[in-house]
Structure formats: C-alpha cells, structure tokens
C-alpha cells in the first residue's frame, strides 16, 4: 500500500506495509503515483514490471525527460530490492493469536481522587465525579492495586503506574505513602515503578515540587493556552480563571524538572481553532514539551468539533509545522507531542496493531477499586472488568480489547495510518458508534494529518 502527499513543498512516499517513508523529486513521485496502480503487493522483491515501466516513461518523458524519468525507474527498483517500496502486508496473520495470549498488566491509572478543584466546561470526568460520586481513594485500596500489577505482570520488570483523578493533589498524602510502598515492593520483587501523576496545579507547591522531580518519571500539567482560552474552559466552580494562579507555578516547576520529562497539555475546541496560537504561547512562556488535544465531545455541545470544522483545523497543523521547522532551524525549538514521529524503529508489531493496550494490559482503578479498560469507561458499568479483591472476572471484556486491532476496524484496513495510530481511542470509538471496533472519524483526519505534518518535518529538517 502506498500513500503519497505534498506538503509545504515536500514530495513524500510511504510504503505502508514496510514502514518506509521517502521524501523524493516530483519526476519519481509522480512515477510512482503511476506504478502503484499497476505493480502489486510483494512479498519478495522482484522487478518492476514491464508495462509499468514504459506506462511511466510513455506519460512522463515530455514533462521531465526521458533521461530523467528513466533514472527515476532505477530508483523505484532499487527500493523495492531493498523491501521499502510496493510491499506485502506481513502482520494480517499476527493478531489471530491475540486472544489466545495471557494476559501482562503493565500499567495502571490509579484514579486516587474522584473530585476536582475546577470546573472545566468539556470535562468528561464531571469535575472528577465519573458519572457518580466524589470520592478519594484510600492507602489499602491502593495498595491493593499496585499488588495486583505485581501480581499480574510476568517476567515485566518496568511498570507505570499514572496517578489521576479529577485532580489527584486532592488526595496527596495518599500518592506519597503509595509511591514509598511502591519502592519497597520494587526491591522486593525485582520491579520498577514508573509514576506518573496529571495535575492542574491549583495545589501545586514546592514540596509537592520536589517530591515529584524526585520520584515521578513524568508529570502532566493541564493549560489550554492563551490566558483567554484557558479561563474560559477552565474556571473555578466560581467561574474565576485559573490562568494568572497556574502559570507561574508550572514554569517554576519545569524550570526544576530540568531534564526529567514533564508536558504542558491543553485541550482546544471549536472556540480556539487557531490552536496554533496556544501551543506558540506555550513555547513562549518557556515550556519545552507540550500537547494539545482537540476536545471530543457530542455535537450537540458549543463547543464540539464537527466535520465542517476539519478543513480550519487541518490547516492550523500545517500552518504550526511551519512554524515548528522554522523555530528549530533558529535554535528556539520545542518538542510538541504530535509532531514526535521514530522513523527508524518505533513501537513493537503488537503496540503498532493494537495500541495503548486498554482493557489488557493498561486498566483504571477507581477509588473503591474497581477495575475498568482505561479511564474514559469509568462509571460504564457494562465495562466493568473486576476489582483489587477479585482481580480481572469479566474475561469476555477483557477478550474483546484484546482483539480490538486495526485489522479488526473495517475502517482502518485501507487507511496508511494504521500502523501509526494503531486505530485509534477505542473509548471514543465506543462513545460515538457502540463499538470498541469502529473508529471516531473527525479524531482520524486530524490523526492522518498529524502524522503526514511530522513526516514532511523529518524531511525538512534532515535537508540540513
């Protein structure tokens, strides 16, 4: 399967099926725009057919020379004798023995607080309550969930445990007494514990600070943006802003962090669709590693994006790639998470078919212990998988995200992405369709937009 774009001037080719991405002169890129319709998946390399090769040389010779289209034919065979070019899918096969696999938890998202200190308008945690009631998660409750990770993890010796909520600085005293049982149990049994923790730092203070650059592998800080932005979606329960008390902490606290990572991560909607302005002025205030997602939400609220909103938002990624490659050239740089692509290696055949492995390998733990695929089904029960006495019961659950892969996505089958999102959310698939096995499709254009903006950075910052 080949996918081809141009983007700010780059002429890329992808070999989907191998992974192989090329940043090639409009002679080859057209060429192989015409050999891809004519020359079939292999499994093995073998020569560029006849037919397809005078089929070129026929449509382009008077446009670039036949000398020069000629010399684009030799490039074409030299990928494809090195596989990179008009390959088979090799991975169909793979997952039909997913469900047969035992299951390794690997991570946990400990929701040590079911209440929250704002009230941000799209939260899909009901200010932390997760459809119902508030609550903090007890030492017991937690510790029974990092043994069952133990427990459950096989011959894995890294584990991540990310500590959630509503806002988890609520239910603090708990996290500190979790992460000290944490490294007493890693000695123990040979492990390492990866904490992570989300934060909107209302809380946030120097102990807290310094405990967390001693111990949490990485830290989320919730900003929206722009001091408008932010204010508008993310007030107190009074409907003050949270910008002006936020800020200055998060910059002392990446100031600290110093080389550990850390991410600014906001969320835009269909009222900042210039988002790019929102990750600049992250960068601006002296953050060095950002995100910023679109909202996912039901049409019916103001602020949702819909379909006809796709073309605004496709352009803002392309118009923010520029500025990007253009920052990175000046030595002003910053790391947005979107635009991090690994060209060379990258996730695991299993990570790239299957995902974040919610519902398997990856499940939420609420404050009284249950246990669901990830923190977007909490408060679902017919997602309820079990709890910290019981373990993991509802295997039939638990079966279906194990086979929730881009093979079983019709939608995914045909799409160059595949490999790269590896479906997708299968909770907003879930939210939007009933099915874990369908897809969101306005998070997939802005998803294979994403994807083709990063490749054509590669491209360009690899010209010097």
Same mark, same amino acid.
């Given at each position: 399967?080949?996918?081809?774009?141009?983007?700010?001037?780059?002429?890329?080719?992808?070999?989907?099926?191998?992974?192989?991405?090329?940043?090639?002169?409009?002679?080859?890129?057209?060429?192989?725009?015409?050999?891809?319709?004519?020359?079939?998946?292999?499994?093995?390399?073998?020569?560029?057919?006849?037919?397809?090769?005078?089929?070129?040389?026929?449509?382009?010779?008077?446009?670039?020379?036949?000398?020069?289209?000629?010399?684009?034919?030799?490039?074409?065979?030299?990928?494809?004798?090195?596989?990179?070019?008009?390959?088979?899918?090799?991975?169909?096969?793979?997952?039909?023995?997913?469900?047969?696999?035992?299951?390794?938890?690997?991570?946990?998202?400990?929701?040590?607080?079911?209440?929250?200190?704002?009230?941000?308008?799209?939260?899909?945690?009901?200010?932390?309550?997760?459809?119902?009631?508030?609550?903090?998660?007890?030492?017991?409750?937690?510790?029974?969930?990092?043994?069952?990770?133990?427990?459950?993890?096989?011959?894995?010796?890294?584990?991540?445990?990310?500590?959630?909520?509503?806002?988890?600085?609520?239910?603090?005293?708990?996290?500190?007494?979790?992460?000290?049982?944490?490294?007493?149990?890693?000695?123990?049994?040979?492990?390492?514990?990866?904490?992570?923790?989300?934060?909107?730092?209302?809380?946030?203070?120097?102990?807290?600070?310094?405990?967390?650059?001693?111990?949490?592998?990485?830290?989320?800080?919730?900003?929206?943006?722009?001091?408008?932005?932010?204010?508008?979606?993310?007030?107190?329960?009074?409907?003050?802003?949270?910008?002006?008390?936020?800020?200055?902490?998060?910059?002392?606290?990446?100031?600290?962090?110093?080389?550990?990572?850390?991410?600014?991560?906001?969320?835009?909607?269909?009222?900042?669709?210039?988002?790019?302005?929102?990750?600049?002025?992250?960068?601006?205030?002296?953050?060095?590693?950002? &995100? *910023?997602?679109? =909202?996912?939400?039901?049409?019916? /609220?103001?602020?949702?994006? !819909?379909? $006809?909103?796709?073309?605004? %938002?496709?352009?803002?990624?392309?118009?923010?790639?520029?500025?990007?490659?253009?920052?990175?050239?000046?030595?002003?740089?910053?790391?947005?998470?979107?635009?991090?692509?690994?060209?060379?290696?990258?996730?695991?055949?299993?990570?790239?078919?299957?995902?974040?492995?919610?519902?398997?390998?990856?499940?939420?733990?609420?404050?009284?212990?249950?246990?669901?695929?990830?923190?977007?089904?909490?408060?679902?029960?017919?997602?309820?998988?079990?709890?910290?006495?019981?373990?993991?019961?509802?295997?039939?659950?638990?079966?279906?995200?194990?086979?929730?892969?881009?093979?079983?996505?019709?939608?995914?089958?045909?799409?160059?992405?595949?490999?790269?999102?590896?479906?997708?959310?299968?909770?907003?698939?879930?939210?939007?369709?009933? &099915? *874990?096995?369908? =897809?969101?499709?306005?998070?997939? /254009?802005?998803?294979?937009? !994403?994807? $083709?903006?990063?490749?054509? %950075?590669?491209?360009?910052?690899?010209?010097?």
């Amino acid at each position: 399967m080949i996918h081809q774009y141009i983007n700010n001037g780059f002429h890329i080719v992808m070999d989907v099926n191998s992974g192989s991405v090329h940043s090639v002169d409009p002679v080859m890129y057209e060429a192989i725009e015409i050999a891809a319709n004519m020359v079939p998946e292999m499994e093995e390399p073998q020569a560029l057919p006849k037919e397809a090769g005078e089929e070129i040389v026929c449509r382009l010779s008077e446009k670039y020379g036949e000398t020069e289209v000629k010399e684009a034919l030799e490039e074409i065979q030299y990928l494809i004798d090195r596989g990179e070019l008009f390959t088979k899918d090799l991975y169909h096969d793979y997952v039909v023995d997913f469900k047969k696999r035992s299951t390794v938890v690997k991570a946990l998202c400990l929701h040590i607080a079911h209440d929250c200190n704002l009230a941000c308008k799209y939260c899909f945690a009901e200010e932390g309550e997760y459809h119902g009631r508030r609550a903090l998660m007890s030492f017991e409750v937690g510790k029974k969930a990092l043994d069952f990770l133990i427990a459950n993890s096989g011959n894995r010796r890294n584990l991540e445990v990310d500590f959630f909520g509503g806002e988890p600085l609520m239910n603090w005293e708990v996290v500190k007494q979790l992460v000290e049982y944490g490294r007493k149990k890693e000695k123990e049994y040979n492990k390492n514990f990866r904490f992570t923790m989300t934060t909107n730092g209302v809380l946030l203070n120097d102990e807290i600070m310094e405990f967390c650059n001693r111990e949490m592998s990485n830290v989320v800080l919730s900003l929206d943006g722009r001091k408008e932005v932010n204010d508008k979606m993310r007030p107190f329960r009074n409907g003050k802003g949270s910008y002006d008390l936020i800020v200055p902490k998060f910059q002392k606290f990446a100031q600290l962090r110093e080389t550990r990572d850390y991410y600014i991560r906001g969320t835009f909607t269909r009222q900042n669709m210039d988002f790019a302005k929102d990750v600049l002025e992250f960068a601006d205030l002296g953050f060095s590693s950002m &995100s *910023i997602e679109p =909202v996912v939400a039901q049409p019916e /609220e103001d602020y949702a994006i !819909r379909e $006809e909103d796709l073309p605004q %938002i496709l352009d803002e990624y392309d118009k923010l790639a520029v500025e990007y490659i253009r920052r990175q050239k000046e030595g002003k740089g910053f790391n947005f998470f979107h635009f991090n692509i690994d060209l060379k290696q990258g996730p695991c055949v299993a990570k790239r078919l299957s995902g974040c492995g919610s519902g398997t390998e990856y499940l939420a733990v609420t404050p009284w212990g249950d246990f669901y695929p990830c923190h977007q089904f909490v408060g679902e029960e017919s997602f309820l998988l079990g709890n910290v006495d019981t373990g993991v019961v509802n295997s039939q659950i638990r079966d279906e995200f194990k086979l929730c892969n881009v093979y079983a996505k019709d939608k995914c089958r045909d799409c160059f992405a595949r490999f790269y999102c590896s479906g997708g959310c299968a909770a907003n698939s879930n939210n939007f369709h009933g &099915s *874990i096995t369908d =897809v969101y499709e306005i998070g997939c /254009e802005m998803q294979k937009k !994403r994807i $083709e903006c990063a490749i054509m %950075i590669k491209a360009a910052l690899a010209e010097d």
